[in-house]
């Protein structure tokens, strides 16, 4: 493996490591407002596999701010979250496409032709496969700009619409 995959992959892995160790310190973060959102969604969306009540602060959130802020505070923090999992697959893609050609073949020609779409709706939708989506986006070689792009709109569309849902709790 190339070093600099290998130093991709480290990083990744001590950042994961980080984010579940501090997953239950989440709610410490409530105190500081927008600031507070935009780091539970970013420590919630980069642990890979594990809920986290990153939802839960964009709806307590437009109870408090004005719905567009939250939404784009969570929005943001929690697609750099999100990385995680695509440099992961960045990272890892020798391994993967050494090991399993066939299923690499077959995911491949899926996401040339629909994996801008697959981000969008995948981040839209609240749902715990999204860490399998980011991977194979890195294993692709998807550019930064071509994963980052839909998965923020997708989660700016979510997160607006649970903001406003905070809001309709008043």
């Not at 310190?25 to 959102?37: C, E, P, Q, Y």
């Not at 919630?44 to 939250?70: D, E, H, K, R, W």
């Not at 399993?100 to 032709?113: A, Q």
């Not at 801008?116 to 700009?145: E, Q």
């Given at each position: 493996?190339?070093?600099s995959?290998?130093?991709?992959?480290?990083?990744?892995?001590?950042?994961?490591?980080?984010?579940?160790?501090?997953?239950?310190?989440?709610?410490?973060?409530?105190?500081?407002?927008?600031?507070?959102?935009?780091?539970?969604?970013?420590?919630?969306?980069?642990?890979?596999?594990?809920?986290?009540?990153?939802?839960?602060?964009v709806?307590?959130?437009?109870?408090?701010y004005?719905?567009?802020?939250?939404?784009?505070?969570a929005?943001?923090?929690?697609?750099?979250?999100?990385?995680?999992?695509f440099?992961?697959?960045?990272?890892?893609?020798?391994l993967?496409?050494?090991?399993?050609?066939?299923w690499?073949?077959?995911?491949?020609?899926?996401?040339?032709?629909?994996?801008?779409?697959?981000?969008?709706?995948?981040a839209?939708?609240?749902?715990?496969?999204?860490?399998?989506?980011g991977?194979?986006?890195?294993?692709?070689?998807?550019?930064?700009?071509?994963?980052?792009?839909?998965?923020?709109?997708?989660?700016?569309?979510?997160?607006?619409?649970?903001?406003?849902?905070g809001?309709?709790?008043?």
């Amino acid at each position: 493996m190339k070093k600099s995959y290998f130093l991709g992959f480290a990083a990744s892995l001590i950042l994961l490591t980080i984010a579940f160790l501090f997953r239950d310190r989440l709610s410490d973060f409530k105190s500081l407002g927008l600031l507070g959102i935009f780091l539970i969604n970013l420590l919630g969306n980069a642990t890979l596999f594990l809920p986290a009540p990153a939802i839960a602060s964009v709806v307590a959130g437009g109870l408090l701010y004005p719905a567009i802020l939250v939404a784009l505070a969570a929005s943001f923090g929690a697609s750099l979250g999100d990385m995680i999992g695509f440099f992961l697959g960045i990272s890892g893609k020798a391994l993967f496409i050494k090991n399993h050609h066939k299923w690499y073949m077959f995911l491949h020609d899926i996401f040339k032709k629909y994996g801008s779409f697959i981000i969008f709706i995948v981040a839209l939708i609240p749902n715990p496969f999204f860490d399998v989506i980011g991977i194979l986006a890195g294993v692709f070689s998807f550019s930064f700009y071509r994963f980052f792009i839909p998965l923020f709109l997708g989660r700016l569309i979510r997160n607006l619409l649970l903001a406003y849902f905070g809001v309709f709790l008043k």
